[in-house]
């Protein structure tokens, strides 16, 4: 076993450091590079392989665990499943070097990493990335067992309400079909709509498609998430664009990527987990902590893209000039309250 704990030098105590790191890659300077970036904030453990890694995570409490994603004996996503298995407290980081879209969709689903960090990483961003995480997990305790699975019907339980955010009727469709034994479905087909909704009713779960028209909606999840943060988000997306799906999940904490075109059996399974996480942010809300988006570096240009997000989808130019109608006009206005609302409450 290559694994080893920094020396801390004896004039130091080891409650000085933020928190106790666990950092994973089958490249020795990787693993240099990572303990010599964090090792004055942190107690930094290394190992080289994710058998060995798992041993120390069971035999011990880390804050925060740092993986590769490519590894030759297991993939980083499978390695930060297990760790989530074994240590729930523990914050996961996935470091990732080459763009691969099934490997980013799955380690969301399956992992639920609280951040992507592209190599190679900044050296000023990642340890401030690793001191929020490990804050974060020295916070909590250990999260409860999940409460068995039972239908809120037996148990006299308001079902939860899904909000569906899309302009195709298929969407509605299958929705209805995948889950309307399971959830009161909620139908809208433009964001002002969707945040009147979320204004008058108690939404525990939105299904959103991530383009409506010509336009993009990223940035309204990731505002969305840091508004209602209690609320668990899935995004319907046919794009293979694995820098776009990583920023959604940095400043988004999406849940689920669901791809197109929408099966019923994977939609079922994808909004059956979502309220599965609802509940057990509500029955522990202390645990919303974990889900943190992280801060756009410059939230103006956010404003902006949004902006030109409404600009393009109402038929009015950022210049004021209208091509459509005075509905266009007033949509483009509500819209563009929304945004400021959300970016700046």
């Known amino acids: 076993m290559n694994a080893s704990t920094l020396s801390i030098p004896p004039s130091h105590s080891a409650d000085r450091f933020k928190g106790r790191v666990l950092c994973v890659d089958d490249e020795p300077n990787i693993l240099r590079a990572l303990s010599w970036l964090l090792r004055k904030d942190f107690q930094v453990v290394t190992a080289d392989s994710a058998e060995d890694a798992l041993g120390l995570v069971s035999g011990g409490e880390f804050d925060v665990v740092i993986s590769d994603h490519r590894m030759p004996e297991m993939s980083g996503v499978d390695f930060l499943s297990q760790v989530k298995v074994l240590a729930p407290r523990a914050m996961r980081i996935l470091l990732t070097g080459y763009s691969d879209m099934q490997a980013v969709i799955q380690s969301v689903n399956e992992s639920e990493v609280f951040r992507f960090v592209s190599k190679p990483w900044d050296v000023v961003e990642l340890p401030l990335i690793v001191a929020q995480a ?70 525990g779960i939105i299904l959103s498609e ?22 668990v988000s899935l995004v319907i997306t046919d794009s293979e664009d694995s820098n776009l799906i990583c920023r959604m999940i940095n400043e988004g904490q999406i849940h689920r990527f669901i791809p197109k075109p929408l099966k019923a059996g994977n939609l079922r399974l994808a909004l059956k987990s979502a309220i599965a996480k609802r509940n057990e942010l509500l029955n522990a809300p202390q645990l919303a902590e974990r889900h943190q988006v992280a801060v756009p570096a410059c939230e103006e240009s956010c404003a902006r893209h949004a902006a030109e997000a409404a600009s393009v989808a109402t038929g009015r130019s950022p210049s004021g000039h209208t091509e459509g109608c005075a509905s266009a006009s007033a949509a483009s206005s509500a819209l563009g309250r929304l945004f400021r609302r959300l970016l700046w409450s």
């Open 134 to 203: 490990a804050a974060i997990a020295r916070r909590q305790e250990l999260a409860p067992p999940p409460p068995k699975a039972t239908h809120p019907e037996v148990t006299g339980q308001r079902l939860p309400k899904i909000l569906v955010l899309d302009e195709d009727e298929a969407t509605h469709s299958v929705t209805e079909m995948s889950a309307g034994d399971l959830a009161q479905i909620v139908h809208v087909t433009s964001p002002v709509d969707a945040f009147k909704m979320l204004e008058d009713e108690e939404i």
């Open 210 to 231: 991530r383009t409506l028209g010509t336009m993009d909606l990223t940035h309204l999840l990731c505002l969305l998430k840091r508004k209602h943060p209690q609320i």
